[in-house]
């Protein structure tokens, strides 16, 4: 057993300058601690999604798959050279509807935070700027000229950036929160360590950007800047943003990574790999913040749905992973956890080059032409990866719960691990709100690629703010796993004094749980009164909660990515597969989809041609979305149309490459090619050696209205 007391934490919430109030009168404010919503403390959940990178016709879907995985607030990137390629001609048409896509996020209930750079990274070709702006500045710093510098103060570049801000304010005119729109904050510039020399000028630029965003009228309860490494973030003006990922492919080695201590509980914010492949290593303020840290609360914007492999780093974002660091950022404070990515998509063509960042313009890595589907939750394609299911449930955990954990400081006991390559430790942490003299022990048994020890027969007995104390109920801590255990958790008129599962959920006053230990759930309280006003409790099995989604007064189960839309609940499945709805009282029901074909049904004939490629011809029927699974060996695929237009590529990490035909246009033809290099590169999944397409097939995905 371990003892641990929590002494209350003298800190005074102070109200920061950023809130906002709709027409309809609901509010949103910021303290230092904490998001407030209608008066209700929130801890935002919010996913990264690049409306330019995805088939709009497709985006509606999408944003509702996100809304059922528990997203509140949509991020999206505005890639400039998206939109103006070539300087004065614009593109707002299709996939690159930036109104269409943030009055869908609106229609579904969805926030927006538009993160407008300019210069915005996203492994976006120059950061995003366009090639004709970057081109201005080139020969003018050859000559010792300021005039046209990128992410300065200089004339002819902010002149710029205000006809681009003003293109933004025109497709999100009337969107703006305070308009009644779904726009709640706004990102200004990214990574800001470089631009202008020194930090006072970086902090004027910074506010040269806001001003200019308020003249355009864009203006929201929120802005933001990303805050690792040394990045201006001016006091008063932006919250200071945060990130955390698993590894870092833009790492500039092939080595495997030490331990990441982004696994534990810690009071550290900033991740140095982030920024690491375009910081100074050299910048003795590296890691210096540039405002009072204490003065504000602990926010993400980039924790890690997933990873964007490079060509030299192979890394591939485990399940596990994600859901581990998010937990831990939880266990560490975090009151917003916003994933970057949360869902892929694809690089679009440009009239006059590709996207994406390269080595050719000047950044140290080079990825997939097409590709962006950073291993997301939700992929490239729309598929739901296992890591949609884990972060869920800690979603619907905290929008249940939420407003108690916002309010609830972090204690980091001292028999905590605090070296991340610790194996022995316990990684744990409480979270205790005095003023329901509630809380949680969080616990990270988890390291990526590593083995921990287990704890056996774990209890925790803390000695709580009021003189009284409470002892955790043992539980069987097994190595990849991870716990949140709580106390006096207020359940409808009852009060859980402690449990061995994990909250989820509630219904009315139905809680759902999880473990997969024998259950005890032990209340406050004796006597017939206390028993009168007991919940309805149900648990489930830790496999069930990886598969459970919430719409309205209903919790449904199923093996398969289910989203609502106009009160309807639609599933996606590739298989025959069960759904079990549970309402606020009484039996669960049990629903059987059947999927009219089998997994593996459908053809792609595939002709190796003379010059080694292959001749690709896929069956359509007439029922199903045809997903296209490629299995191969070798080093980089890349898939063509009948016209040599390249559609799709995917380098090789050991995850299946399954693009959407649909999304292809239902090409009658492609023609895939494999590349073989055998250079060395870093891999977390070996490949196999050789070059030759093993195996293509259709998959069917159809979607099914539940009854």
């Excluded at 016709?57 to 505005?78: D, H, N, P, Q, T």
């Excluded at 355009?216 to 690792?228: E, N, S």
């Excluded at 590296?286 to 490079?310: C, H, I, N, S, W």
């Excluded at 011809?617 to 060996?633: A, C, N, S, V």
Aim: with cysteine; hydrophobic share 35%.
């Amino acid at each position: 057993m371990y003892h641990f007391s929590i002494t209350p934490q003298a800190t005074v919430i102070e109200e920061l300058p950023f809130s906002g109030k709709a027409p309809n009168g609901d509010s949103i404010s910021v303290n230092s601690r904490y998001f407030v919503k209608n008066g209700k403390p929130w801890v935002p959940i919010m996913g990264e999604f690049h409306f330019s990178r995805y088939a709009c016709e497709e985006w509606e879907r999408e944003l509702l798959k996100m809304k059922a995985g528990g997203i509140e607030i949509v991020a999206s990137y505005i890639f400039w050279i998206h939109h103006e390629e070539e300087e004065g001609i614009w593109d707002f048409s299709g996939n690159r509807d930036l109104r269409r896509f943030v009055e869908l996020c609106g229609k579904h209930g969805l926030y927006v935070f538009l993160r407008v750079g300019p210069w915005a990274h996203g492994e976006c070709r120059n950061g995003g700027l366009p090639d004709w702006l970057r081109d201005k500045d080139e020969p003018e710093r050859a000559l010792g000229i300021d005039g046209h510098k990128l992410r300065a103060n200089t004339p002819r570049y902010l002149a710029a950036v205000d006809k681009y801000f003003e293109r933004i304010a025109e497709q999100t005119k009337g969107q703006m929160w305070e308009q009644g729109g779904p726009v709640i904050a706004i990102q200004i510039e990214n990574e800001y360590y470089r631009g202008e020399p020194d930090t006072p000028s970086r902090m004027r630029h910074m506010l040269t950007l806001k001003d200019m965003l308020l003249r355009h009228g864009l203006r929201v309860p929120v802005y933001t800047a990303t805050a690792w490494g040394s990045a201006a973030v001016p006091e008063n003006e932006a919250l200071p943003m945060f990130g955390g990922y698993c590894d870092a492919p833009w790492a500039g080695h092939i080595n495997e990574l030490p331990e990441n201590p982004g696994f534990m509980p810690h009071r550290a914010l900033n991740d140095p790999l982030i920024g690491c492949d375009i910081q100074e290593s050299s910048s003795a303020e590296k890691f210096e913040y540039t405002y009072d840290v204490t003065r504000y609360p602990y926010l993400t914007a980039e924790l890690g749905g997933g990873m964007q492999p490079t060509d030299h780093r192979r890394v591939v974002a485990f399940p596990k992973d994600i859901e581990g660091l998010s937990l831990c950022k939880l266990a560490s404070g975090a009151n917003l956890l916003g994933y970057y990515m949360y869902h892929g998509g694809t690089n679009p063509i440009g009239r006059l080059s590709t996207m994406q960042e390269s080595k050719d313009t000047g950044y140290p890595n080079d990825l997939p032409v097409r590709s962006y589907d950073f291993q997301a939750p939700l992929g490239e394609w729309g598929t739901a990866r296992e890591s949609y299911g884990l972060l869920r449930r800690i979603h619907l955990f905290l929008q249940t719960w939420g407003d108690i954990v916002a309010r609830a400081p972090v204690y980091i006991p001292d028999f905590s691990c605090t070296q991340a390559a610790d194996g022995e430790s316990l990684r744990l942490s409480i979270r205790h709100d005095e003023e329901t003299g509630c809380g949680f022990v969080l616990i990270n048994n988890y390291l990526r690629k590593r083995t921990l020890r287990e704890h056996p027969h774990l209890s925790v007995d803390l000695a709580l703010p009021d003189g009284s104390s409470i002892c955790t109920l043992p539980i069987d801590v097994k190595d990849g796993e991870h716990y949140i255990l709580p106390y006096r958790l207020p359940l409808g008129r009852s009060v859980l004094k402690r449990t061995n599962a994990t909250p989820l959920t509630a219904i009315g006053n139905r809680y759902f749980f999880y473990t997969d230990e024998l259950p005890i759930y032990e209340f406050s309280g004796t006597g017939e009164d206390t028993l009168a006003t007991l919940p309805d409790i149900v648990t489930l099995s830790e496999r069930d909660s990886r598969h459970a989604y919430r719409f309205g007064n209903k919790l449904y189960i199923a093996d398969c990515t289910l989203y609502e839309k106009e009160g309807t609940v639609y599933a996606e499945i590739t298989k025959d597969t069960r759904v079990t709805i549970y309402g606020a009282t009484g039996d669960p029901t049990v629903l059987y989809l059947e999927a009219e074909s089998g997994e593996y049904d459908g053809e792609c004939t595939a002709l190796q041609q003379e010059d080694g490629s292959y001749l690709l011809k896929p069956t359509y029927g007439e029922e199903g979305e045809h997903m296209l699974l490629i299995d191969y060996t070798g080093d980089k695929a890349y898939l063509y149309d009948e016209d040599g237009t390249l559609l799709s590529d995917w380098i090789t990490t050991g995850l299946p490459y399954c693009p959407s035909l649909a999304m292809l246009g239902n090409p009658a033809t492609l023609r895939l090619v494999l590349t073989n290099d055998e250079s060395p590169r870093y891999y977390d999944i070996r490949r196999a050696s050789g070059c030759q397409l093993n195996d293509a097939h259709i998959i069917l995905r159809h979607t099914v209205a539940l009854p």
